[in-house]
């Protein structure tokens, strides 16, 4: 059965999320390595989220950028807003809460955070890095995750390529310079009556697919099943969640899923996530690919520059 075949026989009706072992993720078998790309698809075209455990981010690395952005995030507000996203270049720094408004019809999402992106010039999303000045260790806490969550991206092309029946390294001109830009969120209580239209972050999806982790113990992320139910997906310790977004459905022509998800903490203490959004470099055409287009199925995207496209879906949910 070819993938669009397959695809035609999804509902979408999922009641939990699977998790993935990368212990073979570059296993020399081959065989290995298409087994592990098998459960991957099966996940991405039914679910279009994944927990991945094994993935290779040390501990105390975690550990560490959860401690300085506490530290952070615990500053007084005006010396936060020194490096206001509004005044920097392309979504760098510092986003206050209630600035951002994802899901039409709210009123605010209820969290803070910081934008960090490796290069600081790349056409449409150019602009350099901003550290606070405080805490001391940020920025070194900072770049050793996020080049660490870097490394697991990389490890999931292939096996993304190997899902949809592709070469192996299928992407690898394409991710080059892979688009990463990272997201630290606090997420003070949500103290409001359960109708509020005012959340952690609303109901949406992603430009790209991510790479998050979540603070243990801290129930908060909910993914939207096509009977419409909210599906709680917590966190569990030793794992990141892995969100397909939409460059990958527009890649797929609808193969692959980009969910709805929403963050929710009602939980009356303090939630602290990171997002990396990994995509394929800016200047990259992206289009459905052909193994997911037939007579049946026609192509359902036109082309769009990767880098155009991040830079309006952010337009749209900050401005």
């Keep these: 059965m070819s993938l669009a075949e397959s695809a035609s026989v999804i509902d979408g009706?999922?009641?939990?999320?699977?998790v993935i072992d990368l212990s073979h993720a570059t296993s020399p078998d081959e065989s290995e390595r298409k087994a592990l790309a098998y459960q991957i698809r099966d996940a991405c075209m039914n679910v279009g989220f994944f927990y991945v455990k094994n993935h290779g981010i040390p501990p105390e690395c975690i550990d560490n950028?959860?401690?300085?952005?506490k530290e952070y995030f615990n500053l007084p507000t005006e010396e936060k807003l020194k490096l206001n996203h509004k005044t920097v270049a392309n979504f760098k720094g510092y986003t206050p809460l209630l600035d951002a408004n994802i899901e039409p019809g709210n009123r605010g999402d209820l969290h803070e955070g910081s934008y960090d992106e490796k290069r600081a010039n790349d056409g449409a999303m150019a602009g350099a890095n901003v550290w606070p000045e405080r805490p001391e260790e940020y920025r070194e806490g900072m770049l050793k995750y996020y080049h660490a969550a870097v490394a697991v991206g990389k490890i999931l092309f292939p096996l993304f390529a190997l899902s949809l029946d592709l070469p192996e390294r299928y992407f690898d001109d394409k991710t080059k310079n892979s688009a990463a830009i990272m997201n630290t969120l606090h997420y003070p209580p949500q103290t409001g009556p359960a109708d509020d239209?005012?959340?952690?972050?609303?109901?949406?999806?992603?430009?790209?697919f991510t790479i998050l982790w979540q603070q243990p113990g801290i129930q908060a992320l909910q993914i939207?099943?096509?009977?419409?139910?909210?599906?709680?997906?917590?966190?569990?310790?030793?794992?990141?969640?892995?969100?397909?977004?939409?460059?990958?459905?527009?890649?797929?022509?609808d193969?692959?899923?980009?969910?709805?998800?929403?963050?929710?903490?009602?939980?009356?203490v303090d939630r602290y996530s990171i997002p990396l959004f990994f995509g394929t470099d800016y200047d990259v055409n992206v289009e459905p690919i052909a193994s997911c287009v037939s007579t049946e199925r026609p192509a359902r995207y036109d082309p769009v520059l990767a880098g155009e496209y991040v830079n309006q879906r952010l337009k749209e949910m900050y401005y």
Aim: glycine share 8%; hydrophobic share 40%.
């Design 13 to 18: 009706a999922f009641q939990d999320i699977p």
């Design 65 to 69: 950028i959860l401690k300085v952005n």
């Design 197 to 208: 239209r005012i959340v952690g972050i609303g109901a949406h999806t992603e430009c790209c």
């Design 224 to 253: 939207l099943n096509s009977q419409k139910q909210w599906i709680k997906a917590p966190p569990i310790d030793g794992t990141l969640v892995i969100n397909l977004g939409d460059q990958f459905t527009r890649w797929t022509n």
């Design 255 to 268: 193969i692959f899923k980009s969910t709805v998800h929403r963050a929710v903490n009602r939980n009356g």
